[in-house]
């Protein structure tokens, strides 16, 4: 059954967006509410950055289940949140606040919606991986993909120094194997050059890449050597495929798109408030019809 504290009330989760237009969150969820048969309500609201403080307040004394933040409210909520899971303070973002008994709680689920769908096409477990982004969203990936057991993990990025500032920031924490996997090997991790103008080279040895740079940036990395054998994904949402997922399915590639991996997210979203797993399919058909409105 659903968790909840009010039987009698409808539970209410909220879109916090900055900005909320154009976001697929709200439309996603209730078609998942719907099917799974939950009286709950969904809103989404629009909040400038500078009134972060008080949507969070909100949240928490209109009771509300929980919570979806997007763009540099993500950034903010984490000061304002009463604890938060070791992806978020690591990443320094909250992508979703999830009400608890001792409070909001406040979760990063990018990287591990990340994870999940790359597990899908690709084991990373010992694996070369190229990461290009440097924002919460690469960090939490980062993490996570340290996590799981990479073997070695190059990050990319316009501004070297904050290439840099994370690749140290991810040393020392090492691979560590899934319970089911062999124990990995101590994980690399190196910052490398990504210069403007220039293609970004693909180590051979890399088999995955994976692309975090926001949707809004509206920046192109160019990438040199791809190959029919890489896996590529890119967690940029859009109703046409990114550069990235387009480059790599010219040459072959297995691509991974920011459908499939907001789709992942949606499910561990949607499972931490509700006790239910949604229908991934139905998850999938509703993002590409919102996106293709």
């Known amino acids: 059954m659903p ?10 989760i909220a879109v916090l967006g900055c900005p909320a237009a154009g976001d697929p969150t709200q439309y996603v ?19 400038p950055l500078e009134r972060a403080e008080d949507a969070i307040r909100g949240v928490r004394a209109l009771g509300f289940r929980g919570a979806v933040l997007t763009g540099p409210l993500r950034q903010s909520g984490l000061p304002l949140v009463d604890s ?36 899908g096409h690709f084991d990373p477990v010992n694996a070369a991986v190229l990461l290009i982004g440097s924002g919460p969203a690469a960090a939490a990936t980062a993490l996570e993909l340290s996590l799981a057991g990479v073997g070695r993990l190059l990050l990319a990025n316009r501004s070297m120094d904050r290439s840099t500032a994370l690749a140290e920031r991810l040393r020392g924490i090492g691979g560590a194997a899934a319970p089911d996997q062999p124990p990995a090997a ?15 080279a693909i180590p051979e040895e890399v088999g995955l890449v994976v692309s975090a740079i926001p949707a809004a940036d509206k920046s192109v990395i160019e990438l040199d050597a791809v190959r029919p054998d890489l896996v590529m994904a890119d967690l940029a949402l859009g109703g046409e495929p990114s550069a990235i997922v387009s480059q790599g399915a010219r040459h072959g590639a297995c691509t991974i798109d920011g459908i499939e991996i907001r789709c992942a997210r949606t499910v561990i979203e949607f499972t931490q408030w509700t006790g239910l797993e949604p229908n991934a399919e139905l998850l999938r058909e509703s993002l590409e019809e919102f996106l293709s409105a």
């Open 3 to 12: 968790r909840s504290s009010r039987p009698a009330l409808q539970e209410i």
């Open 84 to 119: 938060a899971s070791p992806t978020a303070t690591f990443a320094g973002a909250v992508s979703v606040i999830d009400r608890q008994p001792e409070g909001l709680v406040g979760h990063m689920t990018d990287g591990r919606a990340a994870l999940e769908a790359i597990r």
């Open 186 to 200: 101590v994980m690399h991790v190196e910052a490398i050059p990504c210069e403007r103008g220039k293609p970004l």
């Open 29 to 47: 969820f209730e078609r998942a509410m719907a099917e799974a048969g939950l009286d709950w309500r969904f809103v989404t609201f629009d909040v």
